[in-house]
């Protein structure tokens, strides 16, 4: 007979400041069951965007469902507001529009690649994530005026252009953290210690993260295929250098090289927009009130982000439903803990990059 124990992790924990619980129980340290409960915070969003508030005011509101998604939720939103009224956006916007949404997931990625270093005890490597995400954050403060709830996106385009004088300080520090980057990368390669952490720990086989349609960097960590950005066509991904990339491991390294090697691709995206921005409007005004319905999928830094609005031609949505990815990526988690070590639990929770902000709202 084992040493068996009832661990709770959460709500809040030093390794996990989220408002979701774990109750693990374990046999010898060995995880043997494990129950979830996410349901901490309601804050009635939802509710209030098709009860309350005006259609185009939904897409300020949207954002605060969570500070470091804020782009994403705001695009998301404005995209499938755009399908029901069959508009479609100026070239120039939506060039803006990946130009904020990549740097958002850069600054997003860096700061999920720090928690999960910190999980590791590499306090040195933290420092130095968080030391150049700054350069990100003054990057996006300056194309979009604000640090946090950027509110970029408008129906019709974008509510700020990119003038000569912000194009010059973006490159600037863009350049500074490129270089940042491929150094940050060598390290994720090379480094003995996060290799003997990470590798190896958390393997999600493919035909689990099949199974329970895993999403984001979790599900190509694990050989899955799957980016919105590559069936995306409300904006000029293809065009801009998009690239999927996939790692087989299933690990945490390999969830860890996904979002390092996004960094990347997502640099070269940023730097086709800022050579190659077409000229003209970057916002127009949009006519007519939202009748039927439509749906965007837009890839989130932590995956596949689902908005589904339905209107009757008036100002108020009739409904607005959002699914997140980490609502995709929870069933995954809870399987995956079955048989781990509990000593790994908190790293193999923060290489998802859970966001209960998004999930429970």
Same mark, same amino acid.
């Given at each position: ?153 408008? /129906?019709?385009? #974008?509510?700020?252009? %990119?003038?000569?004088?912000?194009? +010059? =300080?973006?490159? !600037?520090?863009?350049? *500074?953290? @490129? ?90 995206? /940023?730097?086709? #927009?800022?050579?190659? %921005?077409?000229?003209?409007?970057? +916002? =127009?005004?949009? !006519?007519?009130?939202? *009748?039927? @319905? ?68």
């Amino acid at each position: 007979m084992g040493n068996k124990m009832i661990v709770p992790f959460g709500s809040q924990h030093v390794a996990l400041p989220e408002p979701v619980r774990f109750v693990f129980e374990t046999e010898n340290e060995i995880i043997t069951n494990v129950e979830v409960d996410v349901g901490y915070v309601h804050r009635g969003i939802e509710k209030a965007c098709q009860t309350k508030i005006g259609y185009k005011q939904v897409a300020y509101v949207v954002p605060r469902i969570c500070g470091l998604c804020s782009i994403s939720h705001n695009m998301a939103y404005i995209i499938a507001i755009e399908k029901l009224l069959e508009f479609e956006a100026p070239k120039r916007a939506k060039y803006l529009r990946v130009l904020a949404h990549e740097l958002d997931r850069i600054h997003s990625h860096l700061f999920a690649m720090a928690h999960v270093a910190e999980a590791a005890g590499y306090e040195n490597l933290v420092m130095y994530l968080f030391r150049d995400r700054e350069l990100v954050m003054e990057c996006l403060e300056l194309l979009t005026g604000n640090r946090v709830q950027f509110d970029y996106g408008c /129906i019709g385009g #974008v509510n700020r252009d %990119l003038t000569p004088e912000v194009e +010059k =300080e973006l490159r !600037k520090k863009l350049k *500074k953290l @490129e270089e940042r980057l491929f150094w940050f990368r060598d390290v994720y390669l090379n480094d003995y210690t996060l290799n003997l952490r990470w590798k190896g720990v958390g393997v999600i086989p493919k035909e689990m993260a099949e199974k329970y349609n895993a999403a984001g960097p979790v599900a190509r960590g694990s050989g899955v295929r799957t980016d919105a950005r590559a069936e995306f066509d409300a904006l000029p991904y293809r065009e801009l250098g998009f690239e999927m990339v996939v790692y087989e491991d299933g690990d945490i390294w390999a969830r860890n090289m996904v979002r390092m090697d996004e960094l990347l691709i997502s640099m070269r995206m /940023i730097w086709n #927009v800022l050579d190659g %921005l077409p000229e003209g409007n970057y +916002k =127009e005004n949009v !006519k007519g009130m939202p *009748k039927g @319905e439509a749906v965007c999928r837009w890839e989130a830094p932590r995956g596949e982000l689902f908005y589904h609005v339905r209107g009757d031609g008036k100002q108020i949505l009739t409904r607005m439903r959002v699914k997140t990815p980490t609502f995709s990526n929870i069933p995954v988690l809870k399987e995956l803990f079955i048989g781990a070590n509990y000593a790994d639990v908190p790293a193999i929770i923060i290489s998802f990059d859970p966001c209960l902000s998004c999930t429970a709202r």
